[in-house]
């Protein structure tokens, strides 16, 4: 079992993982840019470090979950950051969502110290997190990833090997597309239906006893009923991994017509203040559009 493990990143995803880690008895250190959200993994007992090198300087395994790319490049190389101070023969597991190409170049920079990276992105959202069940999509050397195990079996329940480095990271974007093109496409339905006279949840009904039934349409209507937009994923980090998959898709030649047309949906929501909401609220753009609310009156 790792001696100590560092984590940095304590959004949505990163505070719940953080704490988990802290509950199965790892000694744990963390660093959050904002202090103050450190404050609840302090209290369950997680030392705090002030910047990426020193969460780094002891650490058998760090693990890394920020925003996007541009936060990851400057956690691992900027000024006190993780490459000034990683131990030889440490692993950093970088469960961001961020480029695939900076990805490997991440790893590459970091094998130059004697240290290994996994790229492990994650999918199972914020409850997830909470429960210690999110699948991991795993890039990089296997046996690294083996000797990691221990440490990731605490956050999630299902840790799939993809190959080498970035490929976690290439079906975690593949992945992504499917979810948000999902998610616009139920969107337009429930749109389309309700102005016609429907109502949602009797299309809802529908839906769920026909072949069009996704499990992330279940989990997302009774929200969107409600108008309760609270971000478990804010629609801005969607839009970004949209933008991340075209970036793929153009540098391997591969057309992706549907999402090129559906990230432009998620970029007028995101134009129209929506981006720190769910990634549902993009249901908001079409609904102004069209003039209807796809909503359901509570139960008297
Ligand atoms: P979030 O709540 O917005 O948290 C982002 C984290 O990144 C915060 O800790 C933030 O620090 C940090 N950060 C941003 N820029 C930084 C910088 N320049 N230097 C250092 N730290 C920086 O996002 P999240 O939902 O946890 O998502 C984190 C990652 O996981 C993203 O790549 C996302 O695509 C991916 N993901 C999210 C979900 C989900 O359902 N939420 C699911 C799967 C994957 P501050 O507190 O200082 O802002």
């Not at 992105?121 to 221990?150: D, N, Q, Y």
């Not at 999630?156 to 593949?174: F, P, S, V």
């Not at 337009?188 to 809802?204: N, R």
Request: aromatic residues 6%; charged residues 20%.
């Amino acid at each position: 079992m790792p001696q100590s493990i560092s984590f940095i990143g304590l959004g949505i995803m990163g505070q719940p993982m953080a704490l988990n880690l802290v509950k199965a008895g790892f000694p744990v250190t963390v660093f959050n840019r904002t202090r103050r959200k450190a404050e609840p993994l302090e209290r369950a007992g997680a030392r705090v470090a002030s910047s990426p090198a020193e969460v780094a300087r002891d650490a058998d395994v760090i693990i890394s979950i920020v925003s996007d790319t541009a936060a990851m490049e400057e956690v691992v190389c900027g000024k006190d950051g993780i490459l000034e101070a990683i131990r030889s023969g440490a692993v950093l597991i970088d469960s961001s969502t961020i480029s695939p190409t900076v990805s490997r170049r991440l790893a590459c920079q970091l094998a130059a110290k004697g240290a290994s990276m996994l790229d492990a992105p994650v999918t199972g959202s914020k409850h997830g997190a909470e429960k210690g069940e999110l699948t991991f999509m795993i890039g990089g050397e296997r046996e690294v990833m083996e000797r990691v195990l221990p440490v990731l079996k605490v956050l999630g329940k299902r840790h799939i090997y993809c190959g080498e480095h970035g490929l976690g990271l290439a079906a975690k974007l593949a992945m992504n597309c499917i979810l948000a093109t999902t998610v616009e496409i139920f969107s337009e339905g429930f749109v389309l239906a309700t102005k016609a006279g429907v109502p949602p949840e009797t299309l809802l009904e529908i839906m769920q006893s026909s072949l069009a039934r996704a499990a992330i349409v279940d989990f997302k209507a009774p929200f969107v009923f409600k108008g309760d937009f609270t971000p478990y994923f804010p629609l801005k980090l969607m839009h970004k991994d949209l933008e991340l998959a075209m970036e793929a898709a153009y540098a391997q030649n591969v057309p992706m017509p549907a999402t090129a047309a559906v990230k432009e949906v998620y970029a007028g929501a995101k134009a129209q203040g929506q981006g720190d909401r769910d990634y549902a609220a993009v249901i908001t753009f079409l609904e102004e559009l069209a003039g209807i609310q796809v909503r359901v009156a509570p139960a008297p």
